[in-house]
């Protein structure tokens, strides 16, 4: 099983980006899919998830109100599309999947599958 995240880049505050990630190796549709990060110098933090219908989306309310986790038709890709952006966004951004759907397993980061961080730089 990979998570292939794509979509970081360098944005200036008040920006858009849209990050993407898909699934392969495996069958994945009744996956919980998410998104964690971690700045420089600190832990790595939960930010949104969904679960695998799309039905249910869990944020940190730091981002209340400016990103949006959705899934793709195919239920094995996430999106996390982030708007206003601010420097304290910066981090690289991860993400995650796990067969679970509680509010331990992702606000604790006790996923099962990981991928590869894609860098987010909030800056003018």
């Known amino acids: 099983v990979q998570l292939q995240a794509s979509g970081g880049g360098l944005v200036q505050p008040g920006g858009s980006l849209r990050l993407s990630c898909a699934v392969s190796?495996?069958?994945?549709?009744?996956?919980?899919m998410g998104w964690f990060r971690q700045a420089a110098g600190k832990e790595r933090e939960f930010v949104a998830a969904?679960?695998?219908?799309?039905?249910?989306?869990w944020y940190r309310d730091s981002v209340k109100g400016r990103f949006t986790v959705s899934r793709g038709d195919a239920k094995n890709t996430v999106h996390l599309q982030m708007s206003r952006l601010q420097p304290e966004d910066t981090a690289v951004y991860y993400c995650?999947?796990?067969?679970?759907?509680?509010?331990?397993?992702?606000?604790?980061?006790?996923?099962?599958?990981w991928g590869q961080g894609t860098q987010v730089t909030v800056s003018s």
């Open positions: 995650a999947a796990d067969h679970a759907w509680t509010r331990d397993t992702w606000y604790n980061g006790r996923v099962d599958y």
């Open positions: 190796g495996r069958t994945f549709q009744r996956r919980a």
């Open positions: 969904i679960n695998w219908n799309g039905e249910s989306t």
